[in-house]
């Protein structure tokens, strides 16, 4: 989703004169689709190991914020500020102070003062309306920044810091900004990714170099990506399928420019890909290519990034693993990639190496990301 965009100057055509803030509307539909393997897709009893090809409301309501689906789970803020969780379970990450999975959103907790929740590999976490940062589940290499590597199946607080603005989180690592433009990071860091000049990883947060112009932070699998308020572009971390575009396989232990350009707006990590959209409308898409998630027609590697099509019609991008799913200003979904799991959402299982439309509708607003696997995945909708 492009935050560090101000959310709050964009109604697409057609739409009601919604409230819209920098989060996204104050209401929508929630929608699931493909792997539901532990019931990530939260459809509940008996279709709780079913997988979707084409997109299901979850519930009846349309009073979702925001949406997260990670490896096998899956986390949701609604409107009133309330927190839920449903699929896998393992190591608590789903909050609920166990390692029970739900096949069906379950509140965490009674607060309602949760803004935005992220679901990643085995952790999740979020931020509250106060600016503190929570996260629980699974705590090996120092995931949930406790400073040890224990397991919480409760949510639990990171520091005392309460200017917490983005968070995004890879495969036991996170990143996360604060309104005043630092980022920080903290986990495993075997190829480099959290940035600090070293493969060491941190079980508390460390500050990526000293600069205050962050605007954005969005890991993949072993490897991040940012944008400052200047629009420009940075990656680092793993590189070996040229997912960091900096035109070629290598790892990165620092931030590195992408190019010169200051258009950025947003950008979402794959396994092994990345993706992005300026603030012309174009999308973007790099490194492993090999279920077609580049969207260039073939199944090449590119270190580089290369432009999706022409059109300059794209709003967000986001996706599963190696599947990319993107949604156009006109409010209709788009996807390519990998499919195996019906994760594409249009009712095949089919690979497609070039974007398609999924159904007709066109009151799509944004889809979540997953850089764990190829698990479900979230679309809201305005209602």
């Known amino acids: ?12 055509p057609g739409f009601l004169p919604l ?60 409107t009133d500020g ?7 379970n393992n190591y608590g990450e789903l909050g609920l102070g166990n390692t029970t999975n739900y096949s069906s959103p379950v509140q965490v907790g ?30 090996t290499y120092g995931a949930l920044a406790q400073g040890n590597t224990t397991d919480y199946s409760s949510p639990v607080q990171v520091g005392a810091l309460t200017t917490w603005a983005t968070l995004s989180s890879g495969y036991s690592f996170s990143l996360a ?23 060491t990883s941190y079980s508390s947060p460390v500050q990526v170099g000293a600069l205050t112009t962050w605007a954005t932070v969005a890991a ?70 090999g279920g077609g998630q580049l969207g260039q027609g073939n199944t090449a590697d590119y270190s580089s990034p290369v432009q999706v099509g022409a059109l300059t019609t794209w709003l967000q991008v986001g996706g599963t693993y190696a599947s ?5 200003t006109d409010g209709t979904l788009w996807g390519w990639g990998r499919n195996d799991s019906g994760q594409l959402g249009d009712g ?14 066109t009151t799509w607003y944004e889809v979540s990301d997953d850089c764990a696997t190829s698990s479900s995945v979230f679309g809201t909708i305005v209602q």
């Open 324 to 328: 990319t799913l993107a949604v156009k």
């Open 110 to 139: 009674a607060l309602t003062d949760w803004l935005k929740a992220t679901a990643a590999y085995d952790v999740g976490g979020a931020i509250k309306t106060d600016g503190t940062l929570w996260m629980w589940g699974r705590g």
């Open 220 to 289: 993949g699998r072993q490897f991040t990506l940012a944008i400052k308020t200047d629009g420009t572009l940075w990656t680092w971390g793993r590189g070996g399928n040229g997912q960091l575009g900096s035109g070629s396989t290598a790892n990165r232990n620092s931030p590195v420019q992408v190019g010169a350009l200051t258009n950025w707006l947003s950008v979402a990590g794959g396994k092994y890909y990345s993706k992005a959209v300026k603030t012309d409308g174009t999308i973007w898409c790099w490194g492993e290519g």
């Open 348 to 361: 095949s299982t089919g690979q497609r190496n070039s974007p398609i439309q999924i159904g007709s509708l």
């Open 177 to 199: 900004t604060t309104t005043d433009g630092k980022l920080y990071a903290w986990g495993y860091q075997g190829y480099g990714q959290l940035g600090v000049g070293n493969t």
């Open 19 to 78: 409230t819209v803030g920098p989060e996204g509307p104050t209401a929508a539909q929630a929608w699931a689709w493909g792997l539901n393997d532990l019931g990530s897709l939260g459809l509940g009893y008996p279709n709780y190991l079913n997988n979707r090809s084409s997109p299901v409301q979850l519930g009846a309501e349309a009073n979702w914020s925001s949406l997260s689906n990670g490896h096998e789970t899956s986390l949701g803020v609604k």
């Open 82 to 88: 309330s927190l839920y969780a449903w699929g896998g």
């Open 1 to 12: 989703m492009p935050i560090g965009s101000d959310k709050g100057s964009f109604i697409k």
